[in-house]
């Protein structure tokens, strides 16, 4: 168990609809990444908060948005979904020093499917 | 920018032998961490082992060691004895703080170890 939690682990919705991703990080960890795991395009970085503040960010779709609220946590928002957004959604943390020579603890990932 | 390779696709391994997965790195940065992550087929991220930049021994976690060679830019995965539940994806990835400091994958090495 890496000590991050997302819900739900698998989601199942239609093409057009909005649905979040929740993520919880390990106890302590200031720093939040999300990720997108698809077939065709391997683990892309999305976006990062540190203590709640946008760090950085990816190849993100402006459909998609996400916060990291004053207790951590941390969700991902995606609207008006396409077929092509079914894919593994995972949230890492870091520890505060959220430097290079850190390690990132991966949830189990959201497996979200757009029929 | 930052990018990381992973030539082997997949590969096979008899049970109880060493497999080498092979990733090299391309960065201008001189302070990075290295690190490889195990997908097993149920979905999850697992750390398995960090090198650091400036480490001038390589790093090692029970079954698993990393063959560093930094002239190289190369970062290879050891396991030894391998063993049925270390099939799996093996994805080596970098952070660096000219990239700010997030996590960029390699495309991922599928191992099968056959009994």
């Known amino acids: 168990d890496s000590g991050v939690t997302q819900t739900p682990k698998h989601l199942i919705t239609a093409t057009g609809q909005r649905v979040t991703l929740r993520c919880s990080p390990r106890?302590?960890?200031?720093?939040v990444y999300w990720y997108q795991q698809s077939l065709d395009q391997g683990l892309q970085f999305l976006i990062q908060?540190?203590?709640?503040?946008?760090?950085a960010k990816g190849n993100i779709l402006e459909r998609f948005s996400a916060q990291q609220f004053p207790d951590l946590h941390s969700e991902l928002n995606l609207s008006s979904l396409e077929l092509g957004d079914s894919a593994l959604y995972f949230c890492?943390?870091?520890?505060?020093?959220?430097?290079?020579?850190?390690?990132?603890?991966f949830g189990q990932g959201t497996r979200l499917t757009v029929v | 920018a930052q990018k990381i390779t992973q030539t082997q696709p997949g590969m096979f391994v008899q049970e109880k032998e060493a497999v080498t997965l092979d990733c090299t790195y391309d960065?201008?940065?001189?302070?990075?961490?290295l690190f490889w992550y195990k997908q097993p087929s149920s979905g999850e991220m697992i750390f398995l082992i960090y090198?650091?930049?400036?480490?001038?021994q390589n790093a090692t976690e029970g079954r698993y060691s990393l063959n560093f060679q930094k002239a190289r830019k190369s970062a290879n995965l050891v396991i030894s004895a391998s063993q049925l539940g270390d099939s799996a994806m093996y994805f080596c990835?970098?952070?660096?703080?000219?990239?700010?400091?997030?996590?960029?994958f390699g495309g991922g090495t599928r191992v099968l170890v056959k009994p």
């Open positions: 890492a943390s870091s520890p505060i020093t959220q430097g290079p020579h850190t390690e990132a603890f």
């Open positions: 106890s302590g960890d200031l720093s």
């Open positions: 908060y540190y203590n709640g503040e946008e760090r």
């Open positions: 960065t201008s940065d001189q302070s990075y961490g």
């Open positions: 090198q650091g930049s400036y480490d001038e």
């Open positions: 990835a970098m952070r660096d703080r000219a990239a700010g400091n997030k996590l960029t």
